[in-house]
């Protein structure tokens, strides 16, 4: 991103500046309700059919997620599930037949399970222990098998089981599984080898330091192909088509994360791409024709396509809209791609790219028709400098239609993680606040992914420390924005983002005039305790990061915004799902407590039919009509002689 600097001209630069006639006012958008902007429809998935002919996808028009077939010529779309209590998935076509795979859970406890639809409209449950949740792994090379993993031995531990698939849709049943894995360490099978021989897998050891392994199944033997020392991250992302070599993603020897080879027999490693920001992924068309690179550039996602069979040329797709291309799906018969394109300003919208004829097609229309696209915000990257000097990446949204000397309040808009990222993505609940006369900063603190292994784990044993100091050096930032009224700056955040909120009222009491937090931790001694138990893998590595409730009580007890609340002042609000596994809905219900008895103004909005983040349309409309009620009462209501 390039900056402006002032050079010897710069006067006579300002006097021509002046002779100029006056740009026309911006012309003020109009006001939209948070029904209409989340009456944008939200989709995601993208698996073709076996014939090619449709996509499978998840799509919210109903106002809860259900599986959608979308026939690519006409762009119908035909419901396949119609749930009205509990969101479903649509994750993949069976490879030979138009039964799909899908999964849902109930009302948000994130206990996953994996549904058979057979084309008659009957579903199969593949998982019979309803307590135990279950991951689609994929299809076998040879697509006779498909592929799962679950915690029904050990709610702790993820098995990789075997599914093989039986006799087409005229059955329309599946074999029990088969056991292939045994997990009994936390590994996590990340992908397998077109022959079925190789499972490769990862291992946390702290949220910035990982190990990889190899399976092979023939002789039962894991091996280590990481040993390192210090903090490095490993990924293993495909196995080439012979299975002769394991492509994977690491940052050894780099502050980002790039793609390498491992070669199984020999043992060596190959550096086969980097760019100036982290890999996200890559992945390997079927017949290994494509390959797919992802990268996280400064807060949105680019995309590269290279054709092996070309030597590894970049292919160009001309004709795309402008913004973030996600969700890339290449089919089998390497002749179509499916992915996604949206923006701060624009919704996920599903296209079609045809490779033989170049051709681009846009499948869905999720924008709401109500809505103007001019009147949408696009988020600004910017910069600026933290207690210590550090620079802290963020995004600026101004509203539109500001008056000459007009001052506006402020929201800086914090992301869930530890280790999140705010990117340049639509959301309805940041529009509906721009549109009503909130500018937001979304503040990427330190600790966020996407800028490399020493920003992100500059928070470590530091949370709302260091990372609070971030939000608030941001009113520094914002005190150089001339529409800015520097007396109304409220902080917004969800899980992660919600402790910071209720960091940023009890430990910096006076820093901002109200908070929002979506169902965020206030007792990390309780959180850490109450982790699920499939989080088992990642437990220990969160422990590294933020503390062990066993050796660092004082520590987390210090960290813990409710054993604080007599400090806070400031007005918030709590928005909390009844059956969320993450944070636990007694963390709310405490720290609202302890602000009531102090007389702090504060209001509590509770959800019995959501877990960790709200899915269900109307909930969603509710919670943002709440906060803009409570923001116009506490933040844009109050006097700066307050």
Known sequence: ?????????????????????????????????????????????????????????????????????????????????????????????????????????????????????????????????????????????????????????????????????????????????????????????????????????????????????????????????????????????????????????????????????????????????????????????????????????????????????????????????????????ISDSEKRMSFYVSSSKSPSNLFVYNFDTKDVKQITNTMNKEIDPNDLVAGQVIRYKSFDEMEIPGLLYKPKGIEEGQKIPVLLWIHGGPGGQTRLNYSAALQHLVDHGYAILAVNNRGSSGYGKTFFAADDRKHGNEDLKDCIAAKKFLATLNYIDTTKIGIYGGSYGGYMVMAALTFAPEEFRVGVNYFGVTNWLRTLKSVPPWWESFRKALYVEMGDPATDSVALYNKSPLFHADKITKPFIVLQGSNDPRVLKVESDEIVAAAKKKGVPVEYVVFPDEGHGFVKKENNIKASEEVLKFLDKYLKGISATQ
């Open 1 to 329: 991103m390039k900056t402006l600097k002032f050079l010897p001209l710069g006067l006579l630069f300002l006097l021509q500046a002046a002779c100029k006639p006056s740009e026309p006012r911006e012309k003020p958008p109009k006001l939209y309700t948070i029904q209409q902007f989340m009456d944008v429809v939200q989709i995601n998935g993208g698996s073709f059919s076996p014939d090619e002919t449709k996509i499978l996808i998840s799509s919210k028009a109903t106002g809860i997620f259900n599986a959608v077939e979308i026939n690519i010529e006409t762009g119908e779309q035909k419901p396949l599930t119609s749930s009205t209590t509990n969101s479903i998935f649509g994750y993949s076509y069976f490879p030979k037949d138009d039964r799909i795979l899908y999964g849902s859970d109930k009302g948000g406890n994130e206990i996953t399970h994996l549904f058979v639809r057979n084309t008659d409209g009957k579903v199969n449950d593949l998982i019979q222990d309803t307590t135990a949740k279950a991951q689609f792994a994929g299809w076998s090379y040879d697509q006779k098998l498909m592929y799962y993993t679950s915690n029904s031995r050990d709610k702790k531990y993820f098995d990789l089981y075997k599914v093989q698939l039986e006799g087409g849709q005229k059955e329309g049943k599946v074999y029990p599984a088969n056991l292939i894995y045994k997990n009994e360490q936390g590994l996590n099978p990340d992908a397998i080898s077109n022959d079925d021989r190789y499972v490769a897998l990862s291992q946390s050891i702290t949220t910035n330091n990982s190990n990889m392994l190899l399976l092979d199944t023939q002789t039962g033997k894991t091996k280590l192909l990481s040993e390192h020392q210090g903090d490095i991250q490993y990924s293993p992302q495909y196995f080439s088509l012979d299975g002769k070599k394991l492509f994977f993603l690491t940052n050894e020897g780099s502050e980002y994360m790039y793609l390498a080879s491992y070669d199984i027999a020999s043992g060596t490693r190959s550096k086969v791409e980097e760019a100036p920001w982290d890999i996200l992924y890559a992945s390997l068309s079927r017949n290994g024709k494509y390959r797919v690179v992802a990268i996280n550039n400064d807060a949105r996602t680019e995309i590269k396509i290279y054709d092996e069979s070309a030597g590894g040329k970049p292919i160009e797709i001309a004709g795309l809209p402008e913004g973030d291309i996600t969700g890339v799906n």
